[in-house]
């Protein structure tokens, strides 16, 4: 559980228990589908549909920060791009941080948004370039850029920080917004399967329920359909450690470095109560899966004592081989949002804007940079690499040693198909298949977070195979 899950309210929408037709239907209520809904809500005929429930996706397992200063951006988008990229790119991330706060201050909503500085940071010496780099970028666009000593004790050899950025709770903004909305028709444990194109019009189902619908927005993180978008070839997926502790100082302060593996704090205060976040040991999920030491890593990195561990989870993002998000029209009046390369709290407000927008017939300024079909060869930048690992991690997942990840598993074919059996601290068994019914990649055992997690494209399922994260629309729930 993340430090966020606390804060989902115990308030839930009703399933889908009859068909029905609407103008707009938006797929996915994280950070990006609610918001999208926020700016729709004075349209007359809009519903949202969640798998599982609002907030409960990638969106309750980040940091929280809402900041521009992300890594090395700009100076990689001016040298890899151009800069006229890369100054859009800065404006469209302030423009995300005054949206959010519009709709915080406008709206009343209480989730501890606060201003603080945000850092960033190299954690090795062949880093100091980078931040030199980025420091030239900004200063260049009259960003007020500070050199300061980073306000953790890791390994800095430079850090540069603004002041004009942001940290909050993620949840107690959704739950804001969910009070808000709390009369549109939003319905949750509601996955859709599959959308059909016929006569201008989509159909789309979810499980015997059918929601007709003029136009569709595809909010789910990572979309369920392959065609005509092929996303796996022009991304992969990158999941990180995140453990929070309490502490009794607090500092207005967010920070992350500019190199792989990501490290990143901040803070977090609940009325008197602080807490400190920090993450690390990120990796390419179809590289390196081994769950059992990546905390232990987090913990040994930043010095941290079991005991004052408050919470501990890991979460995936989709990172683009062009580094920027995908935000637009697919075909049809069908739009998607994804990409956000770990960005998603801008990104997710920014495409929230940009596609309700596009449904409302207003031209959006960041339109042209995030479109879809930009067609730059940057944008396939790593499709052999990425075609490359994902094949090694299809096939190195049928040969891994499956026992090594935890003492409590057996495995056994049943009917030429592999099951896996875990048997929990009070003996009970949870029986799963083991292969994800998405692409069939072999799933690897989470020991810490008790997951079944896929290395190719991310789907998580449950110790009973409940599919708990897609893009896999289907359980792995073994039968006796
Ligand atoms: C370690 C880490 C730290 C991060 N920290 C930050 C940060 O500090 N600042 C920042 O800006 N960004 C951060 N991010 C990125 C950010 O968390 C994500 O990009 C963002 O939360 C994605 O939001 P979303 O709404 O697109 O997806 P989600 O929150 O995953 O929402 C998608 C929803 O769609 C639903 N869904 C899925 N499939 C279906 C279906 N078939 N039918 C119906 N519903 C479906 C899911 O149940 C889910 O609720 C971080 C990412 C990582 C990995």
Redesign the pocket.
């Given at each position: 559980m993340s430090l966020w899950g606390k804060y989902l309210t115990e308030k839930k929408f009703e399933k889908l228990n009859k068909d029905i037709r609407v103008n707009t239907l938006i797929?996915?209520?994280?950070?990006?589908?609610?918001t999208t809904l926020y700016y729709l809500k004075e349209k007359e005929s809009v519903c949202l549909?969640?798998?599982?429930?609002?907030?409960?996706?990638?969106?309750?397992?980040?940091?929280?920060?809402?900041?521009y200063l992300?890594e090395d951006i700009y100076s990689n988008l001016e040298k890899n791009r151009n800069t006229e990229i890369a100054v859009q790119y800065l404006h469209s991330q302030k423009q995300a941080i005054s949206l959010i706060k519009e709709i915080i201050e406008k709206e009343k909503i209480d989730c501890d948004l606060e201003r603080v500085d945000s850092y960033i940071f190299a954690s090795q010496e062949k880093d100091v370039k980078k931040i030199e780099a980025e420091n030239n970028f900004l200063k260049r666009q009259k960003i007020n850029v500070k050199e300061k000593i980073l306000p953790f004790s890791v390994p800095s050899f430079k850090a540069i920080c603004v002041e004009d950025t942001y940290?909050f709770n993620?949840i107690k903004y959704l739950n804001g917004l969910k009070e808000i909305l709390k009369l549109k028709p939003i319905y949750e444990q509601?996955?859709?399967?599959k959308i059909e194109f016929k006569n201008n019009q989509y159909t789309c189902y979810?499980n015997d329920k059918k929601i007709i619908a003029n136009q569709v927005i595809v909010?789910?993180?990572?979309p369920?359909f392959l065609f005509p978008f092929l996303l796996p070839l022009k991304s992969h997926i990158?999941?990180?450690?995140?453990i929070a502790t309490k502490t009794d100082k607090y500092k207005k302060a967010?920070c992350i470095n500019v190199s792989n593996p990501?490290i990143?704090m901040?803070y977090y205060k609940d009325g008197n109560q602080v807490y400190q976040i920090f993450?690390t040991n990120?990796h390419n999920t179809a590289v390196k899966q081994n769950d059992k030491t990546n905390f232990e890593n987090v913990k040994q990195f930043f010095g941290l004592k079991e005991e004052e561990i408050v919470a501990k989870w890991?979460?995936?993002?989709?990172i683009t081989d062009d580094k920027l998000p995908y935000i637009g029209e697919l075909k049809d009046n069908l739009y998607i949002?994804?990409g956000?390369?770990?960005?998603?709290?801008?990104?997710?407000i920014l495409?929230a804007k940009i596609l309700s927008d596009a449904i409302k017939g207003i031209d959006n300024p960041y339109q042209e940079l995030f479109k879809i079909y930009r067609n730059n060869r940057y944008q396939w930048k790593s499709l052999l690499p990425n075609v490359i690992t994902s094949t090694i991690a299809f096939v190195g997942s049928k040969f891994q040693k499956k026992k090594w990840y935890s003492n409590n598993l057996m495995f056994k074919k049943v009917n030429g198909k592999t099951i896996a059996i875990y048997k929990d601290e009070h003996k009970k068994e949870h029986i799963v298949y083991t292969t994800c019914p998405h692409f069939g990649c072999s799933l690897i055992f989470n020991e810490e977070e008790k997951t079944w997690d896929c290395p190719c494209h991310s789907s998580r399922f449950n110790l009973d195979g409940k599919c708990i994260?897609?893009?896999s629309?289907y359980d792995i729930s073994y039968k006796k």
């Open positions: 797929i996915g209520g994280g950070i990006t589908g609610l549909v969640d798998a599982s429930f609002i907030g409960e996706g990638v969106t309750k397992n980040t940091t929280g920060k809402l900041t992300q940290v993620p509601t996955k859709i399967q979810a909010a789910c993180h990572y369920f990158e999941k990180s450690y995140l967010s990501s990143s901040r993450l990120s890991s979460n995936v993002d989709i949002a994804t956000l390369n770990t960005w998603g709290m801008t990104n997710g495409s994260k897609g893009p629309l």
